[in-house]
């Protein structure tokens, strides 16, 4: 059904629209590979935390509606949470960087 | 290989038009679907009032319907729309496919968001039918603003179909299909979430009608907060279409917008969806204790902000590729 042929036709004429006397080079390559992998990390890296920490955040409104009087010990208790759960977004966002800046 | 126009028209309108009703039709229909759940289990416990609840079922459907009406009408426009307007050749064909995948993804999200409102308007209308008014008009207030990122998609769609696309070339096909997922995928992470928020809030007010004021008003603003992802997907998309004349004509350029689509576009999912679960509870926890409202509004800003946190970081990438780098 889906014809590699025909995909890898489509691509070349895609490229084929790239100005003519800029021909695709080899730091070209690598180049954009870093921009558009710096994008795709950070992407995808956002999609985990967010709904974690939103969890996080959750229980901890139900809780607080239950027992209004802890409500400094079960934010606090979110935050640090919300901050561990943040962890791995961090690492998406310092190897964006790297990508950014040293590809 | 060179394709002459009348191909790059045919792949434009068919790939368009595909991607705008296959992803668009699948939030619609899951969300629909847990409605008519919902709503069978209702009828379950009350049968004698089946009529209500069916009359319940059938509005919420209706208004969660809209979102894959939005997608079939810009499907129907992708494919009839006459083409010798702004773009020609490649630049249909990436002009096309990007509204098919805005409007496709961003009607995904809406459609499966505007489920949870209408599946807990029919459960609430079976525990307190004589409220039936009150819960069904909450329910379809929450539906609406969960439509709001899908209206944010449709704008970008109308703008690829009929303005040009900036310059030609590889930077142009890029900056299609980029706004197309920019705006596609960051709309639906808030769709999902602030249909989630409305469901909450048509929960809480179901089990404690007299309370309708306060959840209201945190609901609308919950849902504003889960809004923030889509905003920032259209943000970059205007700057996307509007603003890059001088942006490199190869394949670096491509990388650059695709990146930044990507990044903004992927990065509002997570955010989008956590801060509706946020939202959910704290309508839930504020109709039980209305006289806490101020501490629950509170933590739920606090929590939705950190939420929002890497929503933010994704932002920075897209603009340091589109502006900075």
Known sequence: MIDPVMIMGITEAVLAQAEPEAAITGPDIIKAGALIGAGICMGFGAIGPGIGEGFAAGKACEAIGRSPEQAGLLTRTMLIGQAVSESTGIYALVIAFIMLFRG | ?325
């Not at chain 2, 490649?90 to 599946?119: D, K, N, R």
């Not at chain 2, 900036?166 to 769709?191: D, F, H, N, V, Y």
């Not at chain 2, 179901?206 to 992802?229: D, E, H, N, Y």
């Not at chain 2, 504020?286 to 509004?297: A, G, I, N, R």
């Open chain 2, 1 to 325: 290989m060179e394709l002459t126009a009348e191909s790059w028209e045919m792949i434009g309108r068919f790939g368009g038009a595909g991607l705008a009703l296959g992803l668009g039709g699948i939030g619609a229909a899951i969300g629909m679907g847990r409605t008519a759940a919902k709503a069978n289990e209702a009828i379950m416990r009350q049968p004698e009032r089946h009529g209500l609840l069916l009359r319940t079922m059938l509005i919420g459907q209706a208004v969660g319907s809209s979102p894959s009406i939005f997608a079939l009408v810009i499907g129907f426009l992708i494919i009839f729309m006459p083409s010798s307007g702004a773009n020609t050749g490649p630049l249909f064909a990436a002009a096309t496919i990007g509204a098919g995948l805005c409007v496709g993804l961003g009607c995904l999200g809406g459609g499966v968001g505007c489920g949870w409102p209408s599946a807990a308007g029919c459960e609430g209308v079976a525990r307190n039918p004589r409220r039936a008014t009150q819960i069904t008009t909450v329910m379809i207030i929450g539906q609406a603003v969960a439509q709001s990122p899908s209206i944010f998609a449709v704008v970008i769609s109308l703008i690829l179909l009929f303005v040009a696309l900036p310059g030609t070339g590889l930077a142009a096909i890029g900056i299609g299909i980029g706004a197309g997922i920019a705006m596609g995928a960051s709309a639906l992470g808030p769709g999902l979430g602030s249909g989630t928020t409305g469901g909450g809030a048509v929960e809480g007010i179901s089990a404690w009608p007299k309370t309708q004021a306060i959840t209201l008003r945190t609901m609308l603003i919950g849902q504003a907060v889960c809004q923030t992802p889509a905003i920032f997907g259209m943000l970059v998309a205007f700057i996307m279409l509007f603003t890059l004349q001088d942006i490199e004509n190869n394949i670096v350029g491509l990388a650059k917008i695709l990146g930044a689509a990507i990044a903004v576009g992927f990065g509002g999912i997570g955010p989008g969806i956590g801060c509706g679960i946020v939202g959910q509870t704290s309508c839930r926890a504020t109709s039980e204790k209305p006289q806490h409202d101020t501490l629950m509004l509170r933590t739920m800003l606090i929590g939705q902000a950190v939420s929002q946190s890497t929503a933010i970081y994704a932002l920075i990438i897209a603009f340091l590729l589109l502006l900075g780098v």
